[in-house]
Nanobody
Framework: QAQLVESGGGLVQPGGSLRLSCKAP???????????MAWYRQAPGQERELVAS???????HYADSVQGRFTISRDNSRKTVYLQMSNLKPEETAVYYC????????????WGQGTQVTVAS
């Protein structure tokens, strides 16, 4: 079973917004909290790319393509990471995944099923 479970995807029109959630139901808090958490996405036929990351102290980092439009956040008490996406573009249609990152910024856990985001009119 995957350590992380993504939800919140769906169909949205260009320019619209969505909020994704990533929960860690099988992870104890003392394991979840120190993790550097991240959202990735993978569009059809493309490599998976890192979109945003958030440290345990809530410091964030974003890919240039989403800077100013996406906001990553975390609620350690709920073992949950969020990705608020606004002004979505059709080319951002992808399966969105979350994961923790190692100290070398590599994915730490097996991938979950992700959540599909489709941006279309």
């Amino acid at each position: 079973q995957a350590q992380l479970v993504e939800s919140g995807g769906g169909l949205v029109q260009p320019g619209g917004s969505l909020r994704l959630s990533c929960k860690a139901p099988r992870m104890i808090t003392s394991v979840f909290n120190p993790n550097l958490m991240a959202w990735y996405r993978q569009a059809p036929g493309q490599e998976r790319e890192l979109v945003a990351s958030v440290m345990t102290n809530s410091d964030t980092h974003y890919a240039d393509s989403v800077q100013g439009r996406f906001t990553i956040s975390r609620d350690n008490s709920r073992k949950t990471v969020y990705l608020q996406m606004s002004n979505l573009k059709p080319e951002e249609t992808a399966v969105y995944y979350c994961n923790a990152l190692t100290s070398t910024r590599k994915p730490k856990y097996n991938w979950g099923q992700g959540t599909q985001v489709t941006v279309a009119s």
